[in-house]
Nanobody, 118 residues
């Protein structure tokens, strides 16, 4: 059974930092990419950062460039999202996503809440 389990969310003041983790398990086939998305109240889910599992290329949303960093630990099959200089606008539920390489099907984690407020 495929699972993506996020952790690391919480409450932080503006300017603070958090690191999210997503542990993947149960995959029997290759993945094309792993990503972080977020969804704020009343808004659509949006891509935050994506890492290709094929060529290791990375893309970021314009709103987080220079502040967020996506990385991966292959041995632990875990991806991370290091978030710095957090702003109230970063408040959202953050979701881990994986796209399977050949079927292009999506797998999602349950989400972790990040709240940035003074």
């Amino acid at each position: 059974q495929v699972q993506l389990v996020e952790s690391g969310g919480g409450f932080v003041q503006p300017g603070g930092s958090l690191t999210l983790s997503c542990v993947a398990s149960g995959f029997t086939d290759s993945r094309a990419s792993m990503s972080w998305y977020r969804q704020a109240p009343g808004k659509e889910r949006e891509l935050v950062a994506r890492m290709s599992m094929i060529d290791r290329s990375i893309q970021y949303a314009e709103t987080v460039k220079g502040r967020f960093t996506i990385s991966r630990d292959n041995a632990k099959d875990t991806i991370y999202l290091r978030m710095t200089s957090l702003e109230p606008e970063d408040t959202a539920v953050y979701y881990c996503n994986s796209v399977r390489r050949y079927s292009f099907s999506n797998d999602w984690g349950q989400g972790t809440q990040v709240t940035v407020s003074s």
